[in-house]
């Protein structure tokens, strides 16, 4: 069973630039999440979809913007870019039945701004 | 405000010995809990969880342990591998339509062969 998929791994963008992350969840799973890693910040929530519907939010600006398509794909994109913004983002999937779930990640877009 | 907290940012033992990793909460509407690995390079990887109707849940070499009175978990590697090296991050749900998992800044274990 293919896992998360996430692209692309590295780029490097600069200032006032925008950016698209791509991530492909786990044949279905409906739920996909996006977190950001920065250094001694641990992975802070950015946003949670479900069937096309932005279910939660984090306290991200509204430069975080993201999407799911019908095939469970979610792209997430960052407009404006701060060098703030230098960060892995990850994605992580999970089929968010009833109860806890546990969330698969992916390994990772790491973005640099210059 | 940091409801989920790893205090310790480092630890280090060594290989055969036991590592145990600690994690404090404040919100007392997290029900369950769980701990994650994340190798440089790659995403987290999900290692263990309980629930908040337990206090104990073992998997092999991994043991997490809840005190709910205390809001504190912590988890237990016995014995410790260089192969355990990462860094460990603590997560909690709240339940309900949260659809978010919280998580605590992490800590690096360093397993000395």
């Known amino acids: 069973k293919a896992g998360v998929t996430q692209t692309p791994r590295y780029l490097i963008k600069t200032r006032g630039q925008q950016v698209t992350l791509s991530c492909s969840p786990i044949s279905g799973h409906r739920s996909v999440s996006w977190y950001q890693q920065t250094p001694g910040q641990g992975l802070q929530f950015l946003f949670e979809?479900?069937?096309?519907?932005q279910r939660n939010k984090g306290n991200f600006p509204g430069r975080f913007s993201g999407r799911q398509f019908s095939n469970s794909r979610s792209e997430m994109n960052v407009s404006t870019l701060e060098l703030g913004d230098s960060a892995l983002y990850l994605c992580a999937s999970s089929s968010w039945g009833t109860g806890a779930n546990v969330l698969t990640f992916g390994a990772g877009s790491r973005l640099t701004v210059l | 405000d940091q409801q989920v907290k790893q205090n310790s940012p480092s630890l280090s033992v060594q290989e055969g010995r036991i590592s145990i990793l600690n994690c404090d909460y404040t919100n007392s509407m997290f029900d369950y809990f769980l701990w994650y690995k994340k190798y440089p390079a790659e995403g987290p990887t999900f290692l263990i969880s309980i629930s908040s109707i337990k206090d104990k849940n073992e998997d092999g070499r991994f043991t997490v342990f809840l005190n709910k009175s205390a809001k504190h978990l912590s988890l237990h590697i016995v014995p410790s591998q260089p192969g355990d090296s990462a860094v460990y991050f603590c997560?909690?749900?709240?339940?309900?339509?949260?659809?978010?998992?919280?998580f605590g800044k992490g800590t690096l274990l360093t397993v000395n062969p």
């Open positions: 997560a909690a749900w709240s339940g309900g339509s949260n659809y978010k998992l919280t």
């Open positions: 979809y479900f069937s096309e519907t």
